[in-house]
């Protein structure tokens, strides 16, 4: 069992910047592939981020590439999305999942945190 716990979230202004993270128990962090995703009221989830075991290899959704990142420390235990330029449409709870070792842009992770709130005023 892996359980995950956001925080960071928040409020700020368009072009402002937050940087999430994601906590996780266990000690075996290392053996899993860490992803961002986020819902916006009224749509569906949308993935946003991925990171390999190793953080040898990151992918992103077109909508926030060039404005975030995706790290993570494996001695922490942690996951980080580092968010700049931020625009109103990034405005949702964004959630951290795990995906036993392989990478993937889909939904198909096995755990899930309980998600962050984040906003974007105009």
């Known amino acids: 069992q892996v359980q995950l716990v956001e925080s960071g979230g928040g409020l700020v202004e368009t072009g402002g910047s937050l940087r999430p993270s994601c906590a996780a128990s266990g000690r075996t962090f290392s053996s899993y592939a860490m992803g961002w995703f986020r819902q916006a009221p009224g749509k569906e989830r949308e993935f946003v981020a991925a990171i390999s075991l190793s953080a040898g290899n990151t992918v992103y959704a077109d909508s926030v590439k060039g404005r975030f990142t995706i790290s993570r420390d494996n001695a922490k235990n942690t996951v980080y999305l580092q968010m700049n330029n931020l625009k109103p ?30 906003t974007v005023s105009s």
């Open 89 to 118: 449409e990034d405005t949702a709870v964004y959630y951290c999942a795990a995906r036993r070792f392989t990478i993937s842009q889909y939904g198909n992770y096995d755990y899930w945190g309980q998600g962050t709130q984040v």
